[in-house]
């Protein structure tokens, strides 16, 4: 084995599978990297200096290509179901020596070293082994990179084999297709095969937190975005892909602690990541400064197509993937809060894109509120962030994250149970769907606005508001709110045919408490009586 580059204890990479055949490049610099892929033909410059690159087949996660091992650590403890799905121990064996086979296989392996978690309690290594050179800048991007000396003493606590170009053998191999990614918590590996999709290796890491930090530290994992303002107020953002968490909380007014999972433990809300992953459909300067001013040299660009004749992308072409996406170092923001922690947050938002034009743009929950929609995680899989996935459509994932939880819903929810009564911080939820409708016949509600209406709850304007009571989903939303027309406030005044309006909401209330029906065995009734009454 030849090695350039910088790696801690090259024995470890031997115990991980690479053997002599390969020419190992470990921690190259993000200008080395991007150098790497341009030699190789696998990207072009933006003009603005980004690596532009295609992942190919997938354009959005698989999570129908999902497993985590069936072991000790996982039986009783993982609530296995479409999004857990089992793998054995033997099979993944077998499995890892063949992508171990392949990489070896390979002129060049990338090898990565980072961290995952800003709070130094909680950090962990994160070691990824790659075959593309634009994966491994990726996880450079996304992860918290080595300060200092830090690379000399790295322990890599989790390795990560990616590798796009292998294709399992279904029959063979156990997996449903010929890509797949696979969780091992009890040897502390991942593989990720068949796949390009950046966000594969992202959202890897994030389920693997999701385990670790409640089972062993009593931390609560969050799906949301977060930041601090002057005052040293955190606020958080829980919610889906495309919701707003990045558009969000990317806020000139305040500090960036992270855009997408948090950890949220005694002393705080801190980071997981060193990095965003931002969806670039429709992006303007105008619209998303900070996300735009983003795109530099370092920034990598996803399934962007240029304007005929030019390197500027067209951000509002859909030709390859509406999921269009931006991966940047944090410190590509220029307001960041350093380090990416907080404390506790005095304000939660749980985001929702309501396809259906029911719920009102802000409302102001109670404690047993919040726990219901916590649990519930109503919104809608927004276009292109899923394969398969054209337009919004209407959909429950609880905790805001179903797809990266191995564990039942329910012990996040008590978790935040926990810290909301001890902290007592105010919850908002927040509809950034549609007015006026619902997809297809309303608008999306205005950025502006919601803007507006979070300003207005951020300053403390909300906590003097009067409120009106929703009918069917007994929320209180304000009857009026700085920058922000009144009728907005109330969805039932934006629709010309509020009798359809009455209907509809009752039968998006039906499906509230249909999707409840697996919870409610384990819910107190207090979280039962904020049911909406369909």
């Known amino acids: 084995m030849s090695i350039t580059g910088k790696i801690s204890n090259s024995e470890d990479l031997y115990q991980q599978g690479i053997l002599n055949s390969t020419h190992v490049k470990a921690n190259l610099s993000p200008d080395e990297l991007i150098q790497e892929s341009l030699a190789k033909g696998l990207g072009v410059l933006s003009d603005q200096g980004a690596l532009c690159i295609r992942t190919g087949e997938f354009t959005g996660r698989s999570p129908d ?34 992508v171990q086979q392949y990489l070896n296989s390979q002129d060049t392996v990338y090898v990565q070293d980072n961290f ?35 690379l000399s003493s790295f322990v890599a606590d989790w390795v990560i084999y990616c590798a796009p170009g292998f294709h ?46 409640p089972v ?39 500090y ?110 109670d404690p047993a509120q919040a726990m219901y929609h916590f649990i519930s995680g109503y919104t809608a899989k927004v276009a292109g962030t899923e394969a398969g996935v054209t337009e919004p459509k209407a959909t429950f994932s609880a905790c805001f994250g179903a797809p990266f939880l191995p564990l039942h819903p329910t012990e996040y929810a008590t978790l935040l149970g926990e810290r909301i009564r001890k902290y007592n911080p105010s919850i908002w939820l927040v509809n950034t769907g549609w007015t006026g409708g619902p997809y297809g016949i309303g608008q999306r509600m205005k950025l502006t606005y919601t ?34 027309p009144d009728h907005v406030l109330n969805p039932r005044n934006t629709w010309a045919d509020t009798g359809l309006y009455d209907q509809k909401a009752r039968e998006l209330a039906r499906r509230f408490n249909n999707n409840f029906d697996k919870y409610r065995p384990k819910a107190t009734a207090e979280i039962i009586a904020a049911e909406p009454v369909a």
Request: with cysteine; aromatic share 10%; net charge negative.
């Open 65 to 98: 290509d999902k497993f985590t091992v069936d072991n000790e650590v996982t039986h009783q403890r993982v609530d296995w179901n479409k999004f857990n799905q089992a793998f054995s121990q033997e099979r993944f064996e077998k499995l890892l020596a063949k």
């Open 116 to 150: 995952a978690c800003a709070h130094p309690k909680y950090r962990i290594g994160v070691r990824a082994i790659t075959e593309l050179p634009w994966s491994a800048q990726f996880a450079s991007n996304m992860f918290i990179r080595p300060q200092g000396d830090e």
């Open 168 to 213: 399992a053998d279904a029959a063979e191999d156990g997996t449903r297709q010929h890509n797949f990614s696979i969780i091992d918590f009890k040897n502390r590996r991942i593989l990720i095969g068949g796949s390009a999709y950046t966000g594969e290796i992202k959202k890897s890491i994030f389920t693997i937190l999701n385990f670790v930090l």
């Open 216 to 254: 062993n530290h009593h931390v609560l994992p969050m799906h949301c975005s977060a930041n601090v303002g002057k005052a040293g107020d955190t606020s958080i953002f829980f919610g889906l892909s495309g919701t707003g968490k990045t558009t969000l909380s990317a806020d000139p007014d305040r």
């Open 256 to 365: 960036l602690i992270g855009d997408d999972e948090h950890g949220w433990s005694d002393e705080g809300v801190f980071n997981f990541e060193g990095g965003c992953y931002a969806k670039c459909i429709d992006l303007t300067e105008e619209k998303e400064p900070d996300i735009y001013k983003a795109i530099r040299p370092g920034a990598i660009l996803e399934n962007i197509v240029f304007i005929p004749g030019t390197q500027t992308p067209d951000f509002s072409c859909k030709e390859i993937t509406e999921n269009t996406r931006v991966s940047y170092p944090i410190h590509h923001i220029s307001h960041i809060q350093k380090p990416s922690f907080g404390p506790a947050p005095k304000n939660i938002f749980f985001l929702t894109c309501d396809a259906y034009g029911i719920l009102p743009p802000i409302s102001k929950l």
């Open 451 to 484: 803007r507006a209406m979070l300003s207005a709850a951020l300053s403390g304007e909300l906590d003097h508001a009067e409120y009106a009571t929703h009918e069917v989903f007994g929320l209180k939303y304000p009857t009026g709110c700085s920058n922000v």
